[in-house]
């Protein structure tokens, strides 16, 4: 069971240490926050990143395996969001205080909400997550799913706090 939690762990790794919107919102609020507030933003993304996988990993990735026009629409709509919230970065670009001592001026709420957009619209992360989560339940025994999740949502949780650290 050690070697099914290690390779989940490691796909986890993998899938969370490239640079994609999460790490980025991650990090951003790392430098414009006490590090107690930017570690309530990274649990967030983790939430919501976990939220994902066990979607992904429980189905999600069939239905949009067979279904070109599901997949097309995700890309349509993800696209949009992943467009807007590059405009609305860029626009507040010029706000922006490298000033961890000072609280951010986002609410909690916002910043909770923009952690599950960053998560749930971005379509490369549904659609790679969905595919390579749902094809790799299909090679597990069922006594094994736990110890695959259990690596999955360590390897999560400690590459989002780890990107507090860059």
């Not at 696209?79 to 609280?103: C, D, E, F, K, Y």
């Amino acid at each position: 069971m050690l070697a099914v939690f290690l390779r989940g762990f490691i796909l986890c790794i993998a899938s969370v240490s490239s640079i994609g919107m999460q790490n980025l919102f991650v990090f951003n609020n790392a430098l414009s926050n006490r590090l107690k507030r930017a570690l309530g933003y990274a649990t967030f993304v983790w939430v919501a990143d976990t939220s994902l996988v066990l979607v992904a990993f429980f189905g999600m990735g069939a239905i949009l395996a067979k279904s070109d026009l599901l997949r097309l629409a995700v890309m349509l709509a993800g696209g949009l969001v992943v467009l807007l919230m590059g405009w609305q970065t860029i626009r507040a670009a010029h706000a922006t205080q490298l000033n961890p001592t000072t609280s951010g001026s986002q609410t909690t709420k916002k910043v909770f909400l923009s952690a599950w957009m960053v998560t749930w619209g971005n379509p490369q992360a549904l659609i790679d997550t969905s595919l390579m989560f749902g094809a790799l339940r299909a090679t597990l025994q069922n006594n094994e799913v736990w110890f695959f999740i259990a690596g999955i949502l360590l390897a999560s949780a400690l590459g989002f706090m780890a990107s507090l650290r860059s």
